[in-house]
Structures are given as structure tokens and as C-alpha cells.
């Protein structure tokens, strides 16, 4: 009896001190450039749906007002990780202290050029000369408006931007015709149609076929001393990109609380912007070379930098 009672104690204590040795769940600050963007839902459908936990991650998720702020964060070290645009790679080569380590998206088919209904803006062409709104200088969207006009022949000062950074101050500035049009996401075009407050006048799919529209940033820290918690991050990012192709149902789900929308708005950007999603992060030489191009012809860049100075394959193709 005093023999039993004695291993009954031993396996409690070993019980405990293997409870104890455990490993909580890696923390990691994530955050979106934008909050308005259907493809950044991914990662609220990782937490949401557990898949981040499968790789012992706690993704914290937040969102800022365009790529510049993101890399601001990102500088800081108040974010570990950032969903932010292909254009943005070009902060690393001016300094910041980041690398690309995936690219999940292709052509912008989640943007769209839009404006309010009575504007006599009515297709591309009535664009030539007008101002339109963007996030910030030098991102995705101010890249995109100027394609528009190098696209139509007018050189990229026949579009005039102005950095206005969040959504509601563009509409604002839109229905007091302070400006003649803005650069918003596709989804948004979608439910401000909806709701009669807007009017789609393209999306910008046609005017960067071959493209990085969106990328995943880290710390070059980061991707330094802790390799597999940028591994671990990668995999549940696109193992919740998986899940989103084969579950439309719970993807529309949470993109309607997560985004505001109506179920019809969620199933036609579904509808609309799923292909855009990479199967593995990997990094297209073609849609690099544009956005190479496009660093130079911004003034972004004084030449095309080399391709470690944007992004790494360390961690690539991605296999969940």
C-alpha cells in the first residue's frame, strides 16, 4: 500500500513538472497595412480557425493606415510581421530594417480606381489629369494610379495623387468633389455600389497583369535569430490561404464581420479575388522586374537594386 501510494505521488509529480515544461504558444505581432483588404482577412481566419495554434503560434492581429505606417511599425519593433504591398519592398533598400520572405498575391485584382455616383467619370479615359486619393506616397495604390496613366500613354503625371490615407477621409473628400476619384479596394467598390454611395470605374487587374500586389514583410532581426518562427508563421499563413480556397462559406462568414459586408458583397469578392492567392510564396521574376521598373521610374529608387536586397527564398516554396 505505502508502494503504491508512493508511485501514485511520482506519476502526479511527473504529471506536473511536464505540465509545467509545456510550452506556451510563440506570441507574434502581426499587422495589415490596410484594414480594408479581403486578402489580409487570412490571417483572421488563421486565428479564427486554429490554424495558427497548429504551428504553437499566438498571432496577435492589428491593422495601420497604408505601407508607410507598416514600416514605421515594423522599424520600431512594435510589429514582428507585416502583410504589406509588393511596391513596399523598396523601403528595405532605403534603410528599413526588413526583408520580403514571401509573396502571396498577384495581380491587383483586389483594387479598383472608384468614384461617387455623380461623378461624369464614367470610364479610364475621363481619368486623364483628374486627382484621385491614396493611402500613402510611394504605395500600392499611388503606384497603381500612376500605371493607369503611363498604361494610357499620358506619362505618370497624367493622374494626379494625393495621399489621404484612410478610406472615410477619401469619400469625404470625394462627396465634396475635393477630389475627383479615389484608389480603394475592390470589396469596398463592391459594397459602396451596394449601398449606391459609389461607382466602380475599373480594377487595376488589366494594368499590372505581372505582379506582386501584396507580400509578407518581417524584421531582417527577426528572420536572423529566430528562422522557424518566420517557418512556423509562413506555413499557418498559408495553410489558412488553403483553407480559404476550399471553405467559401466560412471565409465569406468572417469577411462579412471582419469587413463590414453584406453576404453578397462577401461572395462576389470571393468570387472576384481568390485566384489572386500563391500557393507557396514564391517570388515571380516577371512581376519582380516590374516592380523593379517601377522603383526607378517613381524616383523611388536611383537603379534596380538586386534581388537580396528585396526579398529572401530562405523560406520558400512554403509547404503547410
Given at each position: 500500500m505505502v508502494l503504491a501510494r508512493a508511485l501514485t505521488l511520482i506519476s502526479a509529480a511527473a504529471l506536473l513538472v511536464f505540465a509545467g515544461g509545456a510550452h506556451a504558444a510563440d506570441k507574434l505581432r502581426v499587422a495589415k497595412s490596410v484594414d480594408l483588404s479581403w486578402e489580409f482577412t487570412s490571417l483572421n481566419v488563421g486565428?479564427?480557425?486554429?490554424?495558427?495554434?497548429?504551428?504553437?503560434?499566438?498571432?496577435?492581429?492589428?491593422?495601420?493606415?497604408?505601407?508607410?505606417?507598416?514600416?514605421?511599425?515594423?522599424?520600431?519593433?512594435?510589429?514582428?510581421?507585416?502583410?504589406?504591398?509588393?511596391?513596399?519592398m523598396a523601403f528595405a533598400v532605403k534603410g528599413s530594417p526588413v526583408i520580403a520572405v514571401a509573396a502571396f498575391d498577384g495581380a491587383p485584382r483586389n483594387v479598383s480606381v472608384s468614384t461617387v455616383p455623380d461623378s461624369p467619370i464614367k470610364n479610364v479615359a475621363d481619368l486623364k489629369g483628374k486627382l484621385i486619393a491614396v493611402t500613402t506616397v510611394g504605395s500600392l495604390t499611388d503606384w497603381l494610379a500612376k500605371q493607369i496613366a503611363i498604361q494610357q500613354g499620358w506619362g505618370q503625371d497624367g493622374i494626379h495623387t494625393i495621399a489621404l490615407g484612410a478610406f472615410e477621409g477619401m469619400l469625404s473628400?470625394?462627396?465634396?468633389?475635393?477630389?475627383?476619384?479615389?484608389?480603394?479596394?475592390?470589396?469596398?467598390?463592391?459594397?459602396?455600389?451596394?449601398?449606391?454611395?459609389?461607382?466602380?470605374?475599373?480594377?487595376?487587374?488589366?494594368?499590372?497583369?505581372?505582379?506582386?500586389?501584396?507580400?509578407?514583410?518581417?524584421?531582417?532581426?527577426?528572420?536572423?535569430?529566430k528562422p522557424d518562427l518566420v517557418n512556423r508563421f509562413l506555413k499557418g499563413f498559408f495553410a489558412s490561404v488553403d483553407f480559404m480556397r476550399k471553405n467559401k462559406a466560412k471565409t465569406s462568414e468572417i469577411a462579412e464581420r471582419v469587413l463590414h459586408m453584406s453576404p453578397t458583397v462577401a461572395s462576389k469578392t470571393y468570387d472576384y479575388e481568390i485566384s489572386m492567392f500563391s500557393h507557396d510564396g514564391q517570388f515571380d521574376p516577371e512581376a519582380i522586374e516590374v516592380l523593379k521598373t517601377s522603383f526607378v521610374g517613381m524616383h523611388i529608387l536611383a537603379s534596380k537594386p538586386a534581388d537580396d536586397q528585396l526579398f529572401t527564398k530562405q523560406f520558400l516554396p512554403v509547404k503547410p
Amino acid at each position: 500500500m505505502v508502494l503504491a501510494r508512493a508511485l501514485t505521488l511520482i506519476s502526479a509529480a511527473a504529471l506536473l513538472v511536464f505540465a509545467g515544461g509545456a510550452h506556451a504558444a510563440d506570441k507574434l505581432r502581426v499587422a495589415k497595412s490596410v484594414d480594408l483588404s479581403w486578402e489580409f482577412t487570412s490571417l483572421n481566419v488563421g486565428v479564427e480557425e486554429g490554424i495558427f495554434a497548429k504551428y504553437n503560434l499566438d498571432v496577435d492581429v492589428s491593422a495601420l493606415a497604408g505601407d508607410a505606417k507598416l514600416q514605421q511599425a515594423l522599424t520600431s519593433g512594435a510589429v514582428d510581421i507585416g502583410l504589406g504591398s509588393g511596391p513596399s519592398m523598396a523601403f528595405a533598400v532605403k534603410g528599413s530594417p526588413v526583408i520580403a520572405v514571401a509573396a502571396f498575391d498577384g495581380a491587383p485584382r483586389n483594387v479598383s480606381v472608384s468614384t461617387v455616383p455623380d461623378s461624369p467619370i464614367k470610364n479610364v479615359a475621363d481619368l486623364k489629369g483628374k486627382l484621385i486619393a491614396v493611402t500613402t506616397v510611394g504605395s500600392l495604390t499611388d503606384w497603381l494610379a500612376k500605371q493607369i496613366a503611363i498604361q494610357q500613354g499620358w506619362g505618370q503625371d497624367g493622374i494626379h495623387t494625393i495621399a489621404l490615407g484612410a478610406f472615410e477621409g477619401m469619400l469625404s473628400a470625394a462627396h465634396t468633389h475635393q477630389i475627383d476619384g479615389f484608389m480603394v479596394a475592390m470589396e469596398k467598390g463592391f459594397q459602396l455600389e451596394e449601398l449606391n454611395k459609389g461607382r466602380i470605374v475599373s480594377g487595376m487587374e488589366k494594368f499590372a497583369p505581372k505582379f506582386h500586389t501584396h507580400v509578407i514583410l518581417a524584421r531582417k532581426e527577426l528572420v536572423a535569430t529566430k528562422p522557424d518562427l518566420v517557418n512556423r508563421f509562413l506555413k499557418g499563413f498559408f495553410a489558412s490561404v488553403d483553407f480559404m480556397r476550399k471553405n467559401k462559406a466560412k471565409t465569406s462568414e468572417i469577411a462579412e464581420r471582419v469587413l463590414h459586408m453584406s453576404p453578397t458583397v462577401a461572395s462576389k469578392t470571393y468570387d472576384y479575388e481568390i485566384s489572386m492567392f500563391s500557393h507557396d510564396g514564391q517570388f515571380d521574376p516577371e512581376a519582380i522586374e516590374v516592380l523593379k521598373t517601377s522603383f526607378v521610374g517613381m524616383h523611388i529608387l536611383a537603379s534596380k537594386p538586386a534581388d537580396d536586397q528585396l526579398f529572401t527564398k530562405q523560406f520558400l516554396p512554403v509547404k503547410p
